[in-house]
């Protein structure tokens, strides 16, 4: 069987040849025999790694040959016992974990494929893999079998001779992943990136793309918390446990302190200092064994350390907890909030949440079908997570600094969270470090704000009061632009909303003309060197064209007080007027048209949630409106929490009921330079 090779395939085999594997063949391998993914492409990486068919095929029956005869079936233990009993040793492929068996004073050996709880192993042995004390790992076992020891009483004829842990050792994996990444566009490697844990990125949306990327972050960063909830079948533990023996995944129920940190009797360490990443699988049923578990595990996900007695210990293992979402995001959002899945403990705790660096929306992955699964070249599971281990020793921090200014909405832990997964992403980017530029530094820190922003509006929805500025901003470079990150599942479609919009952009309401309706619309003005006022839309509505000849002349009239020094006659406005329900004319807008006109040249933002209403004439006088409560019940049925209205509308309000009155604030203003001023975001 053969696979047609694109671009990324033929560039991978130039510049990795030697660590690709195809992705195909190993699912072929990973059905039929009882270990996980990376244990096959370990064998694979070593006998077919390449191109060539024949050697291909000839490399799969050694493949095929040595899982065959080496990896247990149920119902075969007997069959394995026995051959070792025959030959004196065979060899095996197996989980092998070890304990410390204090009656005899030696250590022995688990291997769970032949049921075997007492194979004897050398403390030299035991103590070169430490690892074996607290979750094990896959090995290349060589078991030997000693029939003299078998007829003692108590004997334990079974012996660990040998064995090669499954993973790869050698040192300079990075430089050659940092190499390879050069031949790549940014575009191509991303794809890469995902094949490599065996994806296929053409079948995939940006924003799907870019939640598979987030789900690696913890591979790469030290002491990371991410969570993930979401819908089920998304492969949510596939990449924590099939892809790197970095990894280890705790399946639902008991967690002990003694296995997650450090047991106090015999003070052996814990799974966050064994591994890089611990995920928690199925988290609501996850509880301690202790009452103060979690509050271990909070003190683990703030600091990286723990204390047993009196020492303190540290180590850098991520957390991440994924779970399953059963109800509609939009829908848990209006009952409740998304961290519902949670274990009681957890989910209505801010202190708990605050630690969370990133939740990753679950709903935006897609669901694992055949479609999605790649079958081109990806790098070997074992190349590529010793790289991503090596990575997490390098910091990114340095070429955040000075390039990035975070918006006054984030606390010192929203900003140390969102650098760590910006940080992250540019590893898992760029291994190599180096250049990174704006586009791709602007990608990452649009991903970290919104996975962070996330677990913020969780907090502000349990009622916290000092959560309670979610609007997250950020500033590339020294003279960039404000730009706001929300959270896409908070925007109501059509609705206002409270999120600051871009600079230029004005929400208003038409108060209609000729037979049309009142409606909501919003104006988008964008600047660029030139001169004049061009209208986008086709055709141009001919009131909307009016209200912005009136805001044109008047921009010119009075461009001192409303932008300064700037000289608006040297720069070309192109806007647009787009409509949110049936009115389409836009008509009487002029105020709104000259707070985006100024606000685009400017490059400031309006406050979030605010709809301005009003018209001017040529001569700068506010049209009188009529039916200003009408307006203000629109703009509370569409999302405003602010409504900036003309001085003159003040009577009319009097006739607003008290429940309209309480839900939104109302302010007026006199004329453009003090509509304007109102309406720019502190």
């Not at 987030?214 to 446990?241: A, D, I, W």
């Not at 006022?533 to 055709?539: A, D, F, G, S, W």
Request: aromatic residues 8%; charged residues 25%; proline residues 4%.
């Amino acid at each position: 069987m053969s696979v047609e090779l694109d671009a990324i395939d033929n560039l991978a085999v130039g510049a990795l040849d030697g660590y690709l594997v195809r992705k195909d063949l190993v699912r072929t391998f990973s059905r039929q025999f009882p270990v996980p993914t990376y244990v096959v492409e370990f064998l694979l990486g070593r006998y077919c790694a390449s191109v060539d068919p024949d050697e291909i095929n000839e490399g799969l029956e050694i493949v095929q040959r040595q899982l065959q005869s080496r990896t247990v079936r149920a119902g075969e233990e007997e069959l394995f016992k026995s051959r070792a009993r025959e030959q004196g040793e065979i060899k095996l492929i197996d989980m092998i974990t070890a304990r410390l068996d204090t009656k005899t004073d030696t250590y022995i050996a688990t291997l769970p494929s032949l049921r075997i709880k007492d194979a004897r192993i050398s403390a030299e042995l035991a103590n070169a893999h430490e690892r074996m004390f607290t979750g094990g790992f896959y090995a290349e076992i060589t078991l030997a079998y000693d029939a003299a020891i078998a007829v003692e009483q108590n004997g334990r004829p079974f012996a660990v001779v040998n064995l090669r842990e499954i993973q790869l050792s050698s040192r300079d994996v990075l430089e050659q992943l940092g190499e390879a990444r050069n031949q790549f566009s940014t575009a191509q490697w991303k794809d890469f990136l995902l094949r490599s844990t065996g994806i296929e990125p053409g079948a995939l949306s940006e924003r799907e793309k870019d939640a598979l990327t987030l789900r690696m972050v913890p591979f790469v960063e030290r002491n990371y918390n991410l969570v993930e909830l979401g819908p089920r079948g998304t492969g949510k533990s596939h990449l924590f446990q099939q892809v790197s023996p970095y990894a280890h995944l705790i399946s639902g129920g008991k967690a002990t302190v003694a296995k997650m940190f450090v047991n106090n009797a015999n003070g052996q360490r814990g799974l966050v200092c064994q591994y890089d990443v611990v995920c928690f699988d199925e988290v609501s049923g996850i509880s301690f064994d202790q009452k103060d578990g979690v509050n271990i595990m909070k003190g683990y996900m703030e600091s990286g350390e723990f204390s047993r007695g009196k020492e303190s210990i540290r180590a850098d293992g991520s957390i991440v907890l994924v779970g399953n979402f059963e109800v509609d995001v939009e829908h848990q959002q209006r009952i409740g909030h998304l961290f519902g899945p949670m274990p009681p403990e957890m989910k209505d705790d801010t202190a708990f949440m605050d630690r969370i660096h990133a939740f990753l929306p679950g709903w935006d992955v897609p669901k694992v079908r055949s479609e999605i699964l790649t079958d081109h070249f990806g790098l070997v599971s074992d190349f590529l997570s010793e790289c991503w281990s090596q990575l997490r020793a390098q910091s990114r921090l340095a070429t955040i600094q000075d390039r990035v200014h975070y918006g006054g909405a984030l606390s010192g832990r929203d900003t140390n969270a969102v650098n760590k997964t910006v940080g992250g992403l540019l590893k898992l980017l760029y291994p190599a470090g180096g250049e990174i530029p704006d586009e791709d530094l602007e990608w990452a820190v649009r991903i970290a704000l919104e996975a962070r922003r996330r677990v913020k509006e969780q907090q502000k929805r349990i009622g916290a009061a000092e959560f309670r500025n979610t609007h997250f901003s950020y500033t590339l470079g020294e003279d960039g632009v404000e730009k706001f990150v929300s959270t896409p599942e908070l925007q109501s479609t059509g609705g206002i909303g409270d999120d600051p919009l871009e600079p230029g952009q004005v929400w208003t309401i038409s108060p209609g003309a000729e037979g049309e309706h009142p409606g909501l619309f919003r104006i988008e003005v964008n600047e660029g060197p030139g001169s004049g006022v061009k209208i986008l839309n086709k055709p141009v509505p001919p009131s909307f064209k009016e209200s912005m000849g009136f805001a044109e002349q008047n921009l010119y009239a009075r461009s001192q007080q409303l932008v300064g020094d700037k000289d608006p006659r040297q720069h070309e406005f192109t806007a647009q007027i787009r409509g949110f329900d049936a009115a389409k004319a836009g008509a009487k807008v002029g105020v709104a048209s000259v707070i985006a006109l100024s606000t685009a040249l400017l490059k400031r933002s309006v406050k979030g949630g605010l709809v301005v209403v009003g018209e001017l004439n040529l001569g700068g006088s506010i049209e009188p409106i009529h039916d200003a409560v009408n307006l203000v019940e629109i703009a509370v049925e569409k999302g405003a929490s602010v409504v900036l209205m003309p001085v003159t509308c003040r009577k009319q309000l009097l006739d607003l009921s008290d429940d309209m009155a309480t839900k939104v604030d109302i302010q007026f203003f006199s004329d453009a330079r003090d509509a304007l001023l109102k309406a720019v975001a502190d």
